[in-house]
């Protein structure tokens, strides 16, 4: 069973940067992707990124492309997401997940999550 344990949320004002870690440890393999996820206060949970862990493909949801880059050091076996130009439309809990499914490598669909991470809060002041 993959195991995600998640870090580096904050409160930061706009127009700042945050960094959230995920390592992952426990049944990983080449087929499976990481997906980052974010939850706001009365919203449905929506996908920002993915990242193939044998490949290195990414998926980024527009309203983050070009603000948001998700990258891993397999020999830490952690993904980040590195976030910038933060707005406080990106105020939310932000979460990790695992999955071998399509929908999660190529589009961060939460249908190909198996395994959750715990949540980080992220909270942009303007």
């Known amino acids: 069973e993959v195991q995600l344990v998640v870090s580096g949320g904050g409160s930061v004002q706009a127009g700042g940067s945050l960094r959230l870690s995920c390592v992952v440890s426990?049944?990983?393999?080449?087929?499976?992707?990481i997906g980052w996820f974010r939850q706001a206060p009365g919203k449905e949970r929506e996908g920002v990124a993915a990242?193939?862990?044998?490949?290195?493909?990414?998926y980024y949801d527009g309203s983050v492309k070009g603000r948001f880059t998700i990258s891993q050091d397999h020999a830490k076996n952690t993904v980040y997401l590195q976030m910038s130009s933060l707005t406080p439309e990106d105020t939310a809990m932000y979460y990790c997940?695992?999955?071998?499914?399509?929908?999660?490598?190529?589009?961060?669909?939460?249908?190909?999550?198996?395994?959750w991470g715990q949540g980080t809060q992220v909270t942009v002041s303007s």
């Open positions: 990242i193939s862990r044998g490949g290195s493909s990414t």
């Open positions: 997940a695992a999955g071998a499914s399509g929908r999660l490598c190529a589009r961060a669909d939460q249908r190909g999550v198996d395994y």
């Open positions: 426990g049944g990983w393999t080449s087929r499976n992707c």
